[in-house]
């Protein structure tokens, strides 16, 4: 079984959709896929919370007892992130179509442990990031 195709991916603060200009393609080989995105958040439509990506096209398997976290993904490029963030990174959501993004940041500390990533890590909604991850879905 093999697939490639694109798709839209967004981008939410806690439960709020933000505006995001956004472009998305994956390749699907059996249950592993593997998705790219490039997104730019234009507006936090006044959300707060949890950053997280949406949309993706295969819903992630639970394959690892007493974790949420089922795969990890990059993001190679970013800007215009608050100047706390000193990395990213982001992580599978098990039995979602969500990847929560992660870093490590000032009030963090420098530690190798990553915390969510909230609303006023974003940047007051002008961030923008291209980004990477591998997964296998659920069916």
């Known amino acids: 079984d093999y697939e490639e195709g694109s798709f839209s991916p967004g981008f939410q603060v806690g439960s709020t959709a933000c505006t995001v200009t956004a472009e998305g393609n994956y390749t699907k080989v059996g249950r592993m896929v593997t998705v790219n995105l490039n997104i730019t958040i234009t507006n936090l439509n006044s959300g707060t919370g949890d950053a997280s990506v949406t949309g993706l096209p295969f819903t992630i398997v639970d394959n690892f007892s007493g974790t949420a976290l089922e795969a990890s993904g990059v993001v190679g490029l970013h800007g215009n992130f608050s100047t706390a963030v000193n990395s990213l990174t982001l992580t599978a959501d ?46």
């Open 94 to 139: 098990n039995s979602a179509t969500t990847l929560s993004m992660r870093g490590i940041t000032a009030s963090s500390g420098l530690t190798t442990a990553t915390a969510r990533l909230t609303h006023s890590d974003v940047g007051g909604g002008s961030a923008n990031f291209r980004a990477s991850c591998t997964y296998f879905a659920a069916t």
